[in-house]
């Protein structure tokens, strides 16, 4: 399977937080993402499997990586730990930290706009924790 036969992964909206994603992949600083449950749900979609791979891409809609889920678990916010939220390879000093920046971010005016309403996030909140190596560049 090529990478435009694969689904594509966007990393939060266009612009610098998206970059600088993309960018921490590729360093291999980056080797975990979350998903909002309530998201999946809104948009139809299945809860990814271990062994899904995507195309990730920049802001431009164009590849940048591609890499395969090696972890997918369902968790209530207040259940990841630090170990995750260095994982996700934005410099977090620790899960309050990471928790403190989804909340903000779960609530924020896209998010709100793609669902028709601002979620209720708090530490029951059910994201979707994901770890997952890059297979090809």
């Known amino acids: 399977m090529g990478q435009d036969d694969l689904p594509v992964l966007e990393l939060a909206f266009p612009g610098p937080e998206r970059d600088r994603g ?3 992949i590729r360093r291999g600083e980056k080797t975990a993402l979350t998903g909002l449950v309530e998201i999946y749900e809104h948009a ?3 809860v990814p499997e271990v062994g899904q ?8 809609g164009a590849h940048a990586v591609t890499i395969e889920l090696v972890e997918v678990r369902v968790v209530a916010m207040r259940e990841v730990g630090d170990d995750f939220a260095h994982a996700e390879g ?3 000093a ?3 930290a990471w928790r403190v920046a989804h909340e903000e971010f779960f609530r924020s005016e896209g998010v709100s706009e793609f669902l028709g309403r601002t979620p209720v996030i708090d530490g029951d909140t059910l994201v979707v924790a994901e770890r997952f190596r890059v297979v090809a560049e």
């Open 53 to 60: 791979r995507y195309s990730v891409v920049d802001s431009d």
């Open 90 to 92: 934005r410099g977090y």
């Open 22 to 24: 993309v960018a921490a």
């Open 44 to 46: 139809g979609e299945a």
């Open 94 to 96: 620790d899960a309050a």
